[in-house]
């Protein structure tokens, strides 16, 4: 659990690093922060365009478009998050070499500077959930608070992945390669794109064996259907996130040594 | 000094880096996955020793310095005390707080501004964000940057840029500093800070280990100093000593390679060799004890005046009786431009042989140098130019001059018009 002691221990320096990540992104553009609202912002008025006008959904995922944004935004730092993690070590080769600095920090700046993107877009989810209530779409509810439970939650599942994910990467060329095949695979086999609902019923237990499943789950029954999350659920996502906390440190501290020498 | 007042123990330690060769660089995840992850999927190819059998302590508030050729392993010592990385054998073990310079401005970026570096690069050294606030304007004070604080590292210069990470790590506090070879950049002024701050150090009894090129500042600042040879320790004692036996080792070394490119070429015998390009070399048949620098009045002067008469004085000790013997005496800038070279033989007063000891003196009857620091090279050497002792920068001494005058020469002149100038006269 060493790992997960020092990235606390460098939380000051994550937040700075992250912040300058962030800084370094929008420096120089006209708009600034406000790409983190335009992004999204654009990505909500093709949903709504094209599932208005094009596809007919099921009628219990109406207005879809609302319905989709919040699982794209969370896999949108799913997948970013661990993408980076693949590549951390081999972009900041210099620091390893050069200071003193916990490798820890690296992997938990890619997930924190994802994370942040996914929070400065969530104004955008509110006001599409404020307006699709207001023309009587949807009735939002307490539920929504718990979205930022299941957002930490997956957060600490994320960093467990994103730990072992850029040690290993560290020593095989082909882990990122290996991650962005597993990440398209999982974005279709997460209901994202569909409730479960709609998955078949005997192929529901199935579904659980992809960690990512229950949390996108959670994330519409707290951020569309505003309907509460069984304590069952809640224990599951807990679990796989102290799952893959344990692995990844465990694998992030087999590796360790060698990360400086082989970045 | 006791046991406890160790600060830095390194016991028995070898460094092997491992190489993974063909079969790693487009080795993958998925064929050690198929062939079996396990300690075989991750072993080297080939491994290089970077260090072996490496063993030394340092007591607190000692400034020890490291040198050796490139590849001897400085650079990896500093790394395994910095906790870098780990050594394969042995142990490191370093006690209180330590900051290690390994690159002035690590971890910098161009995009950030000055004032937002100098919290990153103050985290990265260890510091809390309250320390950081702290030192801000200390830090800021000594890298002279206050009117660029808000703006992006790329519009700073590289000196400010150097200047900005030496501040930073110089108020980190450590105590124990690791440097690395960073004083080679910036300029004398900003050279003169920094060894200011190693003094301040010093003073306050930090443990400083620097690994240096410049053979000077070792001499100067360090009290001792180890010696790496191809990963090995082959010398650690006091810093003199230390740096004289590994330039005779340099020295040795230079004049093999000069002797075998000089056979091949023709089988000539070696021409003279030109004096103040060798570094300090010395078969020791003739010792130059010491150097001195003496004004018009006779008395050992740190500065002359421009113009003025100066003596160049040294003593020589043979232990056995010398025939072939040439003295000689050089001044160079302190950049190391020779300014002033020329011995017993080119000026054609030679010395017929030297039985004890002996005083050489040169008169010089005026200085006509421009005003600066100056260093003396003085050397006794055999005619074939096999130097018995050659004593590079064996002394430092100021010229002074009222006025400014570009260049190294100040002659006697006088300047007059004609024409159409209309003069104050």
């Keep these: ?263 | 000094m006791g046991e406890t007042d160790t600060a830095i123990r390194v016991a028995g330690v070898t460094k092997l880096y491992r190489r993974y060769g063909r079969r790693h660089t487009v080795g993958t995840l998925k064929s050690a996955l198929l062939s079996g992850v396990g300690r075989r999927a991750l072993s080297a190819d080939s491994a290089v020793q970077a260090l072996t059998d490496v063993s030394f302590d340092v007591a607190a508030g000692e400034t020890v310095g490291i040198i050796g050729p490139n590849g001897s392993g400085k650079s990896t010592l500093l790394k395994l005390l910095a906790g870098i990385v780990r050594p394969t054998q042995g142990d490191v073990t370093v006690r209180g707080r330590l900051a290690a310079l390994l690159e002035l401005g690590a971890g910098f970026h161009p995009e950030i501004s000055g004032r937002g570096n100098i919290e990153i690069s103050g985290l990265l050294l260890g510091l809390t964000r309250r320390q950081i606030a702290q030192r801000f304007d200390a830090i800021v004070a000594f890298a002279g940057i206050e009117g660029f604080l808000d703006a992006p590292l790329k519009t700073y210069s590289s000196g400010m840029a150097v200047r900005l990470g030496f501040a930073i790590a110089a108020h980190s506090d450590p105590d124990v500093l690791l440097v690395d070879e960073v004083l080679a950049v910036g300029d004398e002024i900003f050279a003169h800070r920094c060894l200011e701050k190693f003094g301040e150090f010093e003073r306050a009894g930090k443990t400083i280990l620097v690994v240096s090129h410049d053979l000077q500042l070792v001499t100067g600042r360090c009290r001792r100093a180890l010696w790496l040879e191809q990963g090995r320790l082959v010398a650690d004692g006091p810093s003199a000593e230390t740096v004289a036996r590994y330039r005779g080792r340099v020295a040795e070394e230079e004049s093999r390679q000069r002797f075998e490119s000089q056979s091949q070429i023709t089988n000539r015998k070696s021409q003279m060799a030109p004096a103040g390009q060798a570094p300090r070399i010395g078969s020791g048949a003739a010792i130059v004890a010491a150097v001195r620098v003496l004004d018009g009045a006779g008395k050992p002067a740190a500065a002359i005046r421009s113009g003025e008469p100066a003596r160049l004085e040294m003593e020589v000790t043979a232990a056995n009786p010398l025939s072939d013997i040439v003295f000689g005496f050089a001044i160079a800038t302190i950049s190391g431009d020779v300014v002033f070279g020329a011995n017993t033989e080119t000026d054609g007063v030679p010395a017929r042989g030297l039985d004890g000891d002996a005083r050489i003196i040169l008169e010089i009857p005026s200085l006509a140098l421009a005003p600066g620091a100056y260093s003396v090279d003085a050397a006794a050497h055999a005619r074939d130019g096999a130097p018995y002792d050659y004593r590079r920068d064996a002394l430092r001494f100021d010229v002074t001059a009222p006025g400014k005058i570009a260049g190294v020469w100040n002659p006697p002149r006088r300047w007059s018009f004609a024409g159409a100038v209309r003069s104050a006269t």
């Design chain 1, 1 to 263: 659990m060493r790992p997960l002691l020092r990235t606390w221990r460098q939380r000051a320096l994550i937040v700075a690093l992250t912040r300058r990540e962030l800084a370094a992104r929008y420096r120089g553009g006209v708009l600034g922060y406000f790409w983190s609202l335009v992004n999204p912002l654009l990505l909500l008025a093709v949903y709504a365009t094209v599932f208005r006008l094009v596809f007919q959904p099921r009628a219990d995922v109406r207005p879809y478009a609302l319905f989709l944004f919040a699982g794209v935004l969370a896999w949108g730092f799913v997948s970013g998050a661990l993408l980076d993690a693949a590549e951390t070590f081999r972009a900041n080769g210099p620091l390893l070499r050069k200071t003193t600095v916990a490798p820890e920090v690296f992997p938990a700046v890619a997930v924190g500077a994802r994370l942040s993107h996914l929070v400065l877009a969530l104004p955008v989810l509110a006001g599409a959930i404020v307006y699709a209530a207001a023309t009587g779409s949807v009735r939002p509810g307490a539920p929504a608070i718990a979205f930022a439970a299941v957002l930490f939650l997956l957060t600490l599942t994320v960093f467990g992945l994103a730990l072992a994910i850029s040690s290993l990467a560290v020593h095989f060329g082909d882990v990122r390669d290996l991650v962005a095949n597993f990440l398209t695979l999982a974005f279709f086999l997460t209901p994202i794109l569909y409730p479960v609902a709609s998955i078949p019923q005997r192929f529901r237990a199935w579904m659980r064996v992809n960690p990512f499943a229950t949390f996108f789950e959670a994330i519409q029954d707290s951020a569309f259907f505003f309907r509460p999350i069984a304590p069952r659920e809640w224990a599951w996502m807990a679990g796989t996130a102290a799952v893959c906390l344990a692995v990844g440190a465990w694998i992030f501290e087999r590796l360790r040594d060698s990360i400086a020498e082989e970045a």
